[in-house]
Structures are given as structure tokens and as C-alpha cells.
């Protein structure tokens, strides 16, 4: 069965450099998402690709986070520089569109601590 | 804004019993989408069970099976036969209105003892 594939799984950096997360989403799967998991709380969307495109980025803080998806298909989310409130997990989801009934499939997550 | 309550931080059950789960939400919209997504311990998140709002008839799946009360805006997950699988993290979560974006309630941890 396809899944959503995420690395690294754990990444621990010091405050004030450079961090960067990747995705690679379900083949044929036309949505792509980030979401934000602080410990305790649930997922929080960051941004939401539609192919290569941007449909939704009014979560992200866009003074340090940036993320791409160059060719519509795999994605790379980028912290920079890292704070310590940024410790947390991050998740890849995709979906075959951006219907409401689409299902949206999601990654492992990687796990960032920010000393 | 749309919110989803979920209530109870930790449940616990005992193998084969059943557990009710608890989730609210708040929406002005008519058309949404309801649904219960589990994390157990490092791996990912899955669906489990969903509900239309227009669907009077509750769903179910399998041992997983929801209370949707849409008057009340009311949503529970009800397991039954519990499994020592079944434990993990169980998210509410909403979708539906102009935003179309998936949120999430704080989650219920759930532990399934032997």
C-alpha cells in the first residue's frame, strides 16, 4: 500500500540555524499538506500546495518558514533561523484533490527539537 | 471560527470492553465533514471512521462506530471489543466551510489495558 513518505523521522538543532523537512506524497496525489504538531495539541495546517501551487499559507510564519514544491510532487519545508517554540512535530499529509471528501493520507512526521 | 472540543485528555479500557470517546464542535456551516483520525506511539495518523452532516445515519466501521448528534453538534467514537491495538491518540477533527481546512481537536489518548 502507498504511503507518504517524510525524512529525516528526528531532528534535533541549535536555535538559530537551518532546518529543512521533505515530503514525498502518495503517487498521483494531487494536494499536499503541512501541518504543525506542538506536543499536546492537535495538527495545525501550515500550508496546502495544489500541484505546485500555494492555495493556502495564512498559518505559516513566512518570516522563517518557506516551503516549495518545485515539480508538484515532492516538498521540502524549510526553517530558518530555528526557534525554540519551532520544537515540534511536523507532518506531510496528501489527498488526490482538495475535495472535502478526499481522504488525506498522512506521513510519519519529523520530530524536531530545537536546543 | 470553527473549534473542536475534545474533553477528555486520557481515557482507559480494559481489553474487549467497549469506550465512548467524546467530541464537540462549533460551526455555522450546514455542509461539513466529520471525522476521527488515530496516532499510535511513532507511527502515523489514520482515519478511522467519518461522517457526513447531511447523513442522519451514523457510521460505522467495523468495531468503530460514532454517535453524531448534529443538533447538538455533538460527535463520539464508540469502540467496541476494544483490542490492545486500539491504543493510541485519537483526534476529532472538522472540515467543511469556505476555508475548507482540517481541524483538529486536542486529542484523547487512549490506553487499553490487558
Known amino acids: 500500500e502507498a504511503e507518504v513518505a517524510q525524512s529525516p523521522r528526528y531532528k534535533i538543532t541549535e536555535k538559530s540555524q537551518a532546518v529543512a523537512f521533505w515530503c514525498d506524497p502518495i503517487?498521483?496525489?494531487?494536494?499536499l499538506y503541512w501541518y504543525r504538531q506542538i506536543l499536546g495539541q492537535g495538527p495545525e495546517l501550515l500550508v496546502q500546495?495544489?500541484?505546485?501551487?500555494?492555495?493556502?499559507d495564512s498559518q505559516l510564519p513566512k518570516d522563517r518558514f518557506s516551503a516549495e514544491r518545485l515539480k508538484g510532487v515532492d516538498s521540502t519545508l524549510k526553517i530558518q533561523p530555528a526557534e525554540l517554540g519551532d520544537s515540534a512535530m511536523y507532518l506531510c499529509a496528501s489527498s488526490l484533490g482538495d475535495w472535502i471528501s478526499y481522504e488525506q493520507y498522512f506521513g510519519p512526521g519529523t520530530r524536531l527539537t530545537v536546543t | 471560527a470553527q473549534t473542536v472540543t475534545q474533553s477528555q485528555p486520557e481515557m482507559s479500557v480494559q481489553e474487549a470492553e467497549t469506550v465512548t470517546l467524546s467530541c464537540t464542535y462549533d460551526?455555522?456551516?450546514?455542509?461539513?465533514?466529520l471525522f476521527w483520525y488515530k496516532q499510535p506511539p511513532s507511527r502515523q495518523m489514520i482515519l478511522v471512521i467519518r461522517q457526513e452532516a447531511y447523513k442522519q445515519q451514523n457510521a460505522t466501521e467495523n468495531r468503530f462506530s460514532v454517535n453524531f448528534q448534529k443538533a447538538a453538534k455533538s460527535f463520539s467514537l464508540k469502540i467496541s471489543d476494544s483490542q490492545l491495538g486500539d491504543a493510541a491518540m485519537y483526534f476529532c477533527?472538522?472540515?467543511?466551510?469556505?476555508?475548507?481546512?482540517?481541524?483538529f481537536g486536542t486529542g484523547t489518548l487512549l490506553a487499553v489495558q490487558p
Open positions: 460551526t455555522s456551516e450546514s455542509d461539513y465533514y
Open positions: 477533527a472538522y472540515r467543511g466551510g469556505a476555508t475548507n481546512k482540517l481541524i
Open positions: 503517487s498521483g496525489h494531487a494536494t
Open positions: 500546495f495544489q500541484d505546485e501551487s500555494v492555495v493556502d
